[in-house]
Structures are given as structure tokens and as C-alpha cells.
């Protein structure tokens, strides 16, 4: 799970192969509208680890990190 498609690439080039990609333009409000549907997507698939990089930890940011470290323990 990543903000932009900035932070994604060093990830596509060892080989994850489904990376999740909140903002194509790294706008935290872009990130915020697809962020609780794309953990229900990805919550719902055959993972069983999801792995997320945090968030600008300003505004929104903060608050998208804050339900991470949320989600991160159960």
C-alpha cells in the first residue's frame, strides 16, 4: 500500500507484483477518498500480510498513519 506511484516503483523493480496506489499525483485528499475501500479490497484478498508505507504525517496524513498503526494491531 502505497501513497504515490513515486514511492510504489522500488517496489515494482524486486517484484512485488500487486501494489496498491492511493494518489497517481500524490494529493493526500486523492489518497483519503480511496483509502478505507482499497484495505477492504485488499483485507479481502488471499493476503496475509499487507505491508504499508505511512503517509506525510501532516493533516490528513496524520490522521491516515494514526488508522494504520490502528489496523496494524488488530
Not at 492511493?22 to 488471499?46: H, M, V, Y
Not at 496475509?48 to 493533516?59: D, H, S, T, V
Amino acid at each position: 500500500l502505497c501513497f504515490s506511484e513515486r514511492e510504489a516503483q522500488p517496489f515494482r523493480h524486486v517484484g512485488f507484483k500487486d501494489i496498491a496506489v492511493l494518489s497517481q499525483r500524490a494529493n493526500l485528499e486523492e489518497a483519503a477518498q480511496s483509502f478505507f475501500a482499497t484495505l477492504r479490497r485488499l483485507d479481502q484478498g488471499p493476503y496475509r500480510k499487507i505491508a504499508a508505507l505511512l503517509f506525510p504525517n501532516e493533516g490528513l496524513g496524520a490522521a491516515l498513519n494514526d488508522r494504520l498503526q490502528k489496523a496494524q494491531h488488530g
